[in-house]
């Protein structure tokens, strides 16, 4: 099932002029004007040349005739891309203080600490939110450090010390920025750290082998994917080095990955290249719709620091840096978003848990989400799987973005096997 990662330079050439290709095909993305749509997309209806892009597995195999269907007028299916899952029993649990998208979350025992995210597009959090799992209550609020990004955040915890890279500094399209910090999760303490390199948009972030790691993520103008990947030497809360050490680089790059330490191994799944950049010369920044094309592709690094290709999702999945909980043998992940619609060409949340066992390399659909939603902050605890936050979809018949949530769910995992 292993096998090594070789053919990427050339696509990633391509993918840079395609890349170069989205900026002069810019659609203009309005936001809703009310406020439980702000982040709704609407007058979409660009196409993308999806075609001079990486292989795309479209989920459905009916969308030409229902292309005719929309010719003749009648309103699509937009569920197309739902995968058959197990119904499974949510419990509507406290809501969070605030409703988040793009936040960022850490779970160490017990507490779900929940970090920054946007509240409307024009407004961002800079603050933390504590869930306690052992009486299921919110509460704990404190404050993030002026300097730190509010949303597209790298972070990792060490089981005391939360490590911080950071992501976009305000709302709308505004860009990265390079600083990093550490929080003590016992002192409520945060530190600086020596900055990234170049600032990164939503990397992928890992502590392993006693160096954190940053992988990808997307250029400052926001759309362009890196692929550089660096680490740096950390213990208890503090860099041991003053610089960044270049790494191998990761072979697909763009941000909204999961990344995850397993068994000492290092594992980089799904994600994206491209996204919304701000619309040039516009004050505010506001965001702009550019194309961006998601994948499901899971790599892995291992003693010998080369990129090995494992299978991949079982479909294309971005939006899930924090919505991932290791479970015994195995990642459950929790939503996200897949390849656009292939007629209307919108976003489409995906409502479908995966969970991906590291032992048999094995993907599998454990169930149905309440709603389809992205950028879901997850934990686990006793059992149970929870997740919060995010933005969910339209509602059953349409997959598209809309409501942003602070909604917490949970449901008892019966793996069984
Ligand atoms: C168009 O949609 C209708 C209603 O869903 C369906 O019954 C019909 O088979 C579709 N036609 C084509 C050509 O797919
Ligand atoms: C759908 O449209 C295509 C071309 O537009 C046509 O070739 C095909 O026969 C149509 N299919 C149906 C089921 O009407
Ligand atoms: C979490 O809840 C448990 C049970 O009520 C309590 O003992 C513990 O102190 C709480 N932890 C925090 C950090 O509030
Ligand atoms: C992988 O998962 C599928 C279900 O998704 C199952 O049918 C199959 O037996 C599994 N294979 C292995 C090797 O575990």
Redesign the pocket.
């Known amino acids: 099932m292993v096998r090594a990662a070789g053919k990427h330079t050339s696509a990633r050439l391509v993918l840079i002029c395609v890349g170069l290709l989205g900026i002069a095909l810019i659609a203009d993305f309005l936001w809703a004007s009310s406020s439980s749509s702000r982040f709704a997309l609407i007058g979409a209806n660009w196409a993308p040349p999806v075609s001079l892009l990486t292989p795309i597995t479209i989920p459905n195999k009916g969308v030409d005739s229902q292309k005719n269907n929309t010719t003749t007028g009648r309103v699509l299916s937009a569920t197309f891309a739902d995968l058959p899952a197990p119904e499974l029993k949510w419990e509507k649990m406290a809501a969070a203080p605030v409703p988040r998208l793009d936040g960022a979350a850490m779970q160490i025992k017990?507490?779900l600490y929940v970090f920054a995210g946007y509240g409307t597009i024009d407004y961002v959090h800079s603050h933390v939110d504590?869930y306690?799992?052992?009486?299921n209550?919110w509460?704990?609020r404190f404050d993030m450090p002026k300097e730190m990004a509010h949303s597209h955040l790298g972070m990792v915890t060490d089981g005391r010390y939360i490590y911080i890279v950071n992501g976009q500094y305000g709302p709308q399209c505004r860009g990265p920025t390079s600083h990093t910090f550490t929080l003590d999760t016992e002192t409520k303490k945060w530190q600086n750290m020596p900055p990234l390199p170049v600032p990164r948009y939503a990397p992928a972030t890992q502590l392993w082998r006693g160096r954190l790691h940053v992988m990808g993520g997307s250029k400052e103008n926001r759309h362009t994917p890196a692929v550089d990947h660096w680490s740096l030497a950390v213990k208890d809360g503090k860099a041991l080095e003053k610089e960044w050490r270049t790494e191998v680089p990761i072979p697909k790059g763009g941000p909204h990955r999961a990344s995850i330490v397993y068994n000492d191994r290092l594992y980089v799944m799904g994600g994206q290249e491209g996204d919304f950049m701000a619309k040039p010369g516009s004050p505010i920044f506001k965001c702009s719709r550019r194309n961006e094309v998601v994948y499901g592709d899971v790599y892995m690094l291992d003693d010998e620091m080369k990129w090995k290709v494992l299978p991949p999702m079982p479909k294309p999945d971005s939006h899930i840096e924090f919505a991932w909980a290791l479970v015994d043998n195995s990642v459950i992940i929790v939503g996200g978003t897949t390849e656009k619609h292939p007629i209307t060409k919108k976003m489409v949340l995906v409502g479908e848990m995966f969970q991906f066992n590291f032992d048999t390399l094995n993907w599998s659909v454990i169930g149905k989400l309440p709603f389809r939603v992205k950028t879901t902050l997850v934990g686990f605890w006793k059992g149970w799987l929870y997740f919060t936050s995010g933005q969910r979809d339209k509602g059953p018949e349409d997959p598209a973005p809309k409501k942003v949530i602070g909604e917490l769910w949970r449901t008892k995992l019966n793996l069984g096997s």
């Open positions: 017990n507490l504590i306690n799992f052992s009486d209550t509460g704990g």
